[in-house]
């Protein structure tokens, strides 16, 4: 699988150290950023076919695997 470096481990806490808990304010002006830098940098086209590859490629039974593991989780 390709390595992704995009996502940063940082604690749950906003700017005065707090722990925003869920619905993180500070996290989700962090993400809103980063979506809109990601659309801005026009790399969007590229990574979507990339990803296509990726899934019709040798990676893609890890990725089928992964998508099915991560869908058990989910509430229904």
Known sequence: MSSHNHWKEEP????????EG???RTAARAYNKDTRDFV??????QKA???AKAVDGAEG?????AEAEGKSH???
Do not use: F, H, I, T
């Open 61 to 65: 039974k890890a990725l089928k695997q």
């Open 40 to 45: 801005d940098s026009g790399k969007v086209d």
């Open 12 to 19: 749950m806490a906003g700017p005065a150290g707090k722990n």
């Open 22 to 24: 869920e619905g993180s």
């Open 74 to 76: 989910r509430k229904q």
């Open 49 to 51: 076919k990339e990803a």
